[in-house]
């Protein structure tokens, strides 16, 4: 019996709402529909337990304010992520990319995932399971209702000097934003003198030339920006960038990959000169930057290479974590070095992870006497 829409049904969210991804990039064509379905190659009858869009490698994008709560691969769905939105979990399948971690918080419209060419949207309520086209129209009616365009895009094109390289950008702030922001927050790192003067003239030159609130603001757009906004919403999006990327020379040795020598060690010194760091350590005698948790991670197949396995041990544990199944794509990716290893273990092993994360950092606050 189909489940019937109720006031309790109705999605709340502080941060607006979003459809998984923007028609710009591509139009979601149904092609399986939820329920008794019958199999595009085998011909016969099933159960299908969500719903199939083209995505054509669209960027999967959260629909609301949530809490991602599962990360993985298996054998029907490849890779896959389920985020909880109040009461819904919503799970995508067939995605190659995941840009969040596990017990993450997200809000509409940030990138979650890179999806493959087909997305596959599982929705249950409360636990039931329920008609993910049912969901994304009172997904979209939300969208309306709120005024959003609901596609994660505030309507003005902006360039960046970093453009060739976001994507990376992208997937290192998922991993280290919110270990960058708490430096910031404790003064462990603080931005050079020189950006911290350049965001304060641009924003107060900004407010006396009137660019704030020229259009209706919204989640998406919460300064109102118009198109005559770009030069300033870019400048302030690179100088952030920048001040990132800064962060990660100093205090992790983390580059971009498209980068040489020579412009690794010219950033690092500039970065380095400006004093943005402030190590908190560098009176300690113990080195705590050898401080580490031995982890190891590998992948094998079958006899037939048909199917594929990963395996992890953490501070040399003999019997290691449980085996997890993954696609032949992914392993291959590993093997080849696509993919580093603490990002694999972040995909597969999240909750072993975020132990050892803890453990480096209780390690820190305990030399530090916090």
Request: aromatic residues 12%.
């Amino acid at each position: 019996m189909k489940k019937k829409y109720t006031k309790e049904m109705f999605l709340q969210s502080a941060t607006g709402y979003c459809m998984p991804y923007s028609a710009d990039e591509c139009e979601p064509v149904p092609t399986l529909g939820y329920g008794e379905q019958v199999h595009p190659q085998t011909k016969e009858k099933f159960f299908h337990h969500g719903m199939d869009l083209t995505a054509n490698g669209a960027t999967l994008l959260a629909v609301a304010s949530g809490t991602v709560t599962g990360l993985g691969s298996d054998p029907i769905h490849d890779g896959y992520i389920k985020i909880r939105y109040g009461n819904y979990e919503v799970e995508y399948g067939h995605v190659n990319d995941i840009y969040v971690g596990f017990g993450m918080d997200v809000v509409a419209g940030q990138p979650v995932a890179k999806s493959g060419n087909i997305l596959h949207i599982g929705v249950r309520f409360d636990g039931e399971e329920i008609d993910p086209a049912d969901f994304l129209a009172m997904l979209y009616q939300n969208c309306m209702s709120s005024g959003l365009v609901g596609d994660g895009n505030s309507g003005i094109e902006v360039p960046s000097v970093y453009a060739k390289d976001m994507d990376e950008i992208i997937s290192l702030m998922t991993r280290y934003l919110p270990l960058y922001m708490d430096e910031l927050r404790k003064g462990g790192y603080r931005p050079s003198g020189e950006t911290e003067k350049t965001l304060q003239n641009v924003f107060v030159q900004s407010a006396r030339k009137n660019y704030y609130f020229e259009t209706l603001p919204s989640v998406t757009n919460p300064l109102g920006l118009s198109d005559r906004s770009v030069p300033l919403a870019s400048k302030v999006q690179d100088l952030i960038i920048g001040d990132f990327l800064n962060y990660l020379a100093v205090r992790h040795s983390i580059f971009l990959s498209s980068w040489d020598e020579s412009q690794k060690k010219k950033f690092l010194e500039a970065a380095t000169d400006d004093i943005r760091y402030i190590d908190p350590l560098q009176n300690l005698r113990i080195i705590v930057r050898s401080f580490d948790v031995p982890r190891i991670a590998s992948v094998y197949p079958d006899n037939a290479g048909i199917r594929w396995w990963t395996k992890a041990w953490f501070n040399n544990r003999e019997n290691g974590e449980d085996v997890v199944e993954i696609s032949r794509e992914m392993a291959i990716k590993f093997i080849q070095g696509e993919i580093g290893k603490d990002a694999w273990l972040e995909r597969y092993y999240p909750k072993q992870m975020s132990i050892y994360h803890n453990a480096i950092e209780m390690t820190r606050k305990q030399l530090l006497g916090l």
